[in-house]
Nanobody
């Protein structure tokens, strides 16, 4: 029953912005730390960002620090990833996942559930 669904991906020009959303059904997302990962062709999966269940602590990979912002809307059972100043290097399939470890980086666990992913393409 537990399910995560990403939305908001698409084609955007370099320098543009995009908001990704991760909405849970079948469980309360607000109980868990939530992470965003991305995987580009030919590259390893990268933990992009995560947020504690309380929302009081966040993590950002160096590659996105200062450009991406993660936030929670527990009333909507949703976590967002606001992406700004996008570059072609940000092109990837973006996945949300929960629960995860959100400490010095984003780490999955045996219980982690994944969304299906949403494609982000940054190109002129």
């Amino acid at each position: 029953q537990a399910q995560l669904v990403e939305s908001g991906g698409g084609l955007v020009q370099p320098g543009g912005s995009l908001r990704l959303s991760c909405t849970a059904s079948g469980f309360t997302l607000g109980y868990y730390a939530v992470g965003w990962f991305r995987q580009a062709p030919g590259k390893e999966r990268e933990g992009v960002s995560c947020v504690f269940s309380t929302g009081e602590r966040t993590f950002y990979a160096d590659s996105v620090q200062g450009r991406f912002t993660i936030s929670r809307d527990d009333a909507d059972n949703t976590v967002h990833l606001d992406m700004n100043s996008l570059t072609p290097e940000d092109t990837a399939v973006y996945y949300c996942a929960a629960p995860i470890w959100c400490l010095a980086d984003v780490q999955i666990m045996a219980e982690t559930n994944w969304g299906q992913g949403t494609q982000v393409t940054v190109s002129s």
